[in-house]
């Protein structure tokens, strides 16, 4: 059977608080990867030891760095890629969702969709990522089930199909109907959630039935099947792998209720890993072709025992064995891929294959940067993941002027990591960087970081500064300094010694086109093209 078919490589996105590190917890349980999923309280106090390992993660009880976890389960390899809930980072789970096949999203029963589930939403929708939909919390008031499946299809304009759907809710929900199995899953409360709740199976026609379902219960969530099936909706597996259609399961994550319908779904219907698109075309997830894969994220310092750097890698195409060969394609280097792990909260593992779908960790290459590609086959370049646009803009003070060197070297990692972006104001004779980020938490990281893991302390200036264009390379920078700038707009170079203008604001921006009709404006740095 092809190392390939059995791989699920996906991502679980949400609005915070909607229950996704929960389910995520729940899903190693089924994969054996930890015995006990603790409640969320053990949890925030364990979390070092799943996913997350920064600090400041736990002290503020956020996830900010993503995980790979790589788990099997029922002759399924599954690679999970944990996202950053906060909207600071949504470039972080942008760059996540660049290397899944498919997502799950997870909807609070009780608020349906929320701005960050819409915001994800659209990322995956563009980019034809199949979604599956978690309406989770079921065993708390929710807005009504047909409501909900309403708003995914309105909303969201995503055709919505349940695969199972709720008997009751609130303090009324007698469990879950397999609309595929026809069979009725009770739910019994479990305090805590820690184990595996039991669960009962019953045929739709089961005498006992009436035993554990109140009657009016039932009859609603049969009336409502029988709209559901009236309706006409059918399932499309086709529309699926498209992203046109969304598969709906209800559930409760916390009490561990409807999740394995929801994984066993889920790794049946998702698809294997997928051709990517590289600038020669798509190349093939087969197993014999050559190896390739691009790079999409990169963090340093994840162990404070190692303190390395990590870049996680995509396979894409081949195999991959430890110690080959491969091309860096930016740099055309050829690298020995010797160091590669695969990585589990804190513990580290020696990866010896891989095959497409896989992520691995490679250990302490400086070269590597988002988005490179790593082939045998000179010919496969993967497209570059874009950023995304900045709305914050702080300046980065060095109180203490002993410090700057390691403050510099710091940062130059973080930028590597693509924590935040950075630009240096042209002339204003100053050296403090202006640091650029969609989030002001993302700022809070880099202080933090530097603080911890390079021993430079840092003044953080805010300023109300919004935009930034980058100003296109055949421009006459000279003639455009000296033509007076109004007081709220910036030339400023970013670290690759670009030239963009930091502006206040709309208003600031839309009066320097009227002034400067003849300059080329962009939101993203000009390709290299236009360079020449
Ligand atoms: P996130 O990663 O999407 O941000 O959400 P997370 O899993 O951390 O869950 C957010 C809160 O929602 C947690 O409560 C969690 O226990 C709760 N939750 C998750 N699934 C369910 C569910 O099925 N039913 C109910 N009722 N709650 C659920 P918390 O108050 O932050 O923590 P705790 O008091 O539960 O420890």
Same mark, same amino acid.
């Given at each position: 059977?092809?190392?390939?078919?059995?791989?699920?490589?996906?991502?679980?996105?949400?609005?915070?608080?909607?229950?996704?590190?929960?389910?995520?917890?729940?899903?190693?349980?089924?994969?054996?990867?930890?015995?006990?999923?603790?409640?969320?309280?053990?949890?925030?106090?364990?979390?070092?030891?799943?996913?997350?390992?920064?600090?400041?993660?736990?002290?503020?009880?956020?996830?900010?760095?993503?995980?790979?976890?790589?788990?099997?389960?029922?002759?399924?390899?599954?690679?999970?890629?944990?996202?950053?809930?906060?909207?600071?980072?949504?470039?972080?789970?942008?760059?996540?969702?660049?290397?899944?096949?498919?997502?799950?999203?997870?909807?609070?029963?009780?608020?349906?969709?929320?701005?960050?589930?819409?915001?994800?939403?659209?990322?995956?929708?563009?980019?034809?990522?199949?979604?599956?939909?978690?309406?989770?919390?079921?065993?708390?008031?929710?807005?009504?089930?047909?409501?909900?499946?309403?708003?995914?299809?309105?909303?969201?304009?995503?055709?919505?199909?349940?695969?199972?759907?709720?008997?009751?809710?609130?303090?009324?929900?007698? @469990?879950?109907?397999?609309?595929?199995?026809?069979?009725?899953?009770?739910?019994?409360?479990?305090?805590? @959630?820690?184990?595996?709740?039991?669960?009962?199976?019953?045929?739709?026609?089961?005498?006992?039935?009436?035993?554990?379902?109140?009657?009016?219960?039932?009859?609603?969530?049969?009336?409502?099947?029988?709209?559901?099936?009236?309706?006409?909706?059918?399932?499309?597996?086709?529309?699926?792998?498209?992203?046109?259609?969304?598969?709906?399961?209800?559930?409760?994550?916390?009490?561990?209720?409807?999740?394995?319908?929801?994984?066993?779904?889920?790794?049946?219907?998702?698809?294997?890993?997928?051709?990517?698109?590289?600038?020669?075309?798509?190349?093939?997830?087969?197993?014999?072709?050559?190896?390739?894969?691009?790079?999409?994220?990169?963090?340093?310092?994840?162990?404070?025992?190692?303190?390395?750097?990590?870049?996680?890698?995509?396979?894409?195409?081949?195999?991959?064995?430890?110690?080959?060969?491969?091309?860096?394609?930016?740099?055309?280097?050829?690298?020995?891929?010797?160091?590669?792990?695969?990585?589990?909260?804190?513990?580290?593992?020696?990866?010896?294959?891989?095959?497409?779908?896989?992520?691995?960790?490679?250990?302490?290459?400086?070269?590597?940067?988002?988005?490179?590609?790593?082939?045998?086959?000179?010919?496969?370049?993967?497209?570059?993941?874009?950023?995304?646009?900045?709305?914050?803009?702080?300046?980065?003070?060095?109180?203490?002027?002993?410090?700057?060197?390691?403050?510099?070297?710091?940062?130059?990692?973080?930028?590597?990591?693509?924590?935040?972006?950075?630009?240096?104001?042209?002339?204003?004779?100053?050296?403090?960087?202006?640091?650029?980020?969609?989030?002001?938490?993302?700022?809070?990281?880099?202080?933090?970081?530097?603080?911890?893991?390079?021993?430079?302390?840092?003044?953080?200036?805010?300023?109300?500064?919004?935009?930034?264009?980058?100003?296109?390379?055949?421009?006459?920078?000279?003639?455009?300094?000296?033509?007076?700038?109004?007081?709220?707009?910036?030339?400023?170079?970013?670290?690759?010694?670009?030239?963009?203008?930091?502006?206040?604001?709309?208003?600031?921006?839309?009066?320097?086109?009227?002034?400067?009709?003849?300059?080329?404006?962009?939101?993203?740095?000009?390709?290299?093209?236009?360079?020449?």
């Amino acid at each position: 059977m092809s190392k390939i078919t059995p791989r699920r490589t996906f991502a679980i996105i949400s609005h915070p608080d909607a229950g996704k590190t929960t389910l995520t917890e729940k899903f190693l349980l089924y994969g054996g990867a930890v015995q006990l999923a603790g409640s969320v309280t053990a949890r925030r106090n364990q979390r070092a030891s799943t996913s997350d390992w920064m600090e400041l993660e736990r002290k503020r009880g956020i996830s900010i760095s993503s995980t790979v976890l790589q788990f099997d389960y029922n002759g399924f390899r599954v690679n999970l890629l944990d996202t950053p809930g906060h909207q600071d980072f949504s470039e972080d789970t942008y760059r996540v969702l660049t290397a899944v096949d498919a997502v799950i999203m997870v909807i609070d029963a009780a608020k349906g969709i929320e701005t960050q589930t819409r915001k994800l939403f659209e990322v995956c929708h563009r980019r034809g990522i199949p979604i599956f939909t978690f309406i989770n919390k079921l065993d708390h008031p929710t807005k009504d089930p047909l409501e909900l499946l309403d708003e995914l299809e309105h909303v969201l304009g995503i055709g919505a199909y349940p695969m199972n759907w709720p008997i009751g809710t609130g303090q009324q929900f007698h @469990g879950l109907f397999d609309r595929r199995g026809k069979t009725i899953h009770l739910f019994e409360r479990v305090s805590g @959630g820690e184990y595996r709740a039991p669960v009962e199976i019953f045929g739709l026609h089961d005498e006992n039935m009436r035993e554990h379902v109140d009657a009016r219960v039932l009859a609603t969530a049969q009336e409502e099947m029988s709209m559901l099936d009236g309706a006409g909706f059918s399932f499309d597996q086709d529309a699926i792998l498209t992203g046109r259609q969304t598969p709906v399961y209800f559930g409760s994550a916390k009490n561990n209720f409807g999740v394995q319908l929801l994984l066993d779904g889920y790794l049946g219907f998702a698809p294997d890993p997928q051709p990517r698109r590289s600038a020669q075309g798509f190349v093939p997830a087969e197993e014999d072709e050559a190896f390739s894969g691009f790079i999409f994220k990169i963090q340093a310092n994840m162990d404070p025992r190692h303190r390395d750097r990590i870049a996680f890698l995509r396979i894409c195409s081949g195999s991959f064995s430890r110690d080959m060969f491969a091309i860096h394609a930016r740099t055309g280097k050829k690298i020995r891929l010797s160091n590669a792990a695969k990585l589990f909260g804190q513990q580290r593992e020696t990866v010896e294959e891989g095959f497409p779908g896989d992520i691995i960790g490679l250990v302490g290459h400086d070269d590597f940067g988002i988005g490179d590609t790593l082939t045998v086959d000179p010919a496969i370049v993967y497209d570059e993941i874009p950023r995304f646009p900045p709305e914050c803009f702080a300046l980065l003070h060095s109180p203490n002027p002993a410090n700057y060197k390691r403050l510099r070297d710091g940062l130059d990692q973080l930028l590597q990591e693509g924590v935040v972006q950075s630009f240096q104001l042209l002339n204003s004779g100053s050296r403090t960087p202006v640091l650029a980020a969609v989030g002001p938490l993302q700022f809070e990281v880099v202080q933090y970081r530097l603080e911890n893991e390079y021993g430079a302390t840092t003044r953080l200036e805010n300023t109300d500064w919004k935009l930034v264009r980058w100003v296109h390379p055949d421009t006459d920078l000279k003639q455009l300094s000296s033509k007076l700038l109004p007081t709220t707009t910036f030339l400023a170079e970013d670290v690759l010694k670009q030239p963009a203008i930091i502006f206040a604001n709309d208003w600031a921006l839309n009066y320097f086109l009227e002034q400067h009709k003849e300059v080329k404006l962009s939101d993203e740095p000009w390709p290299e093209e236009s360079q020449k």
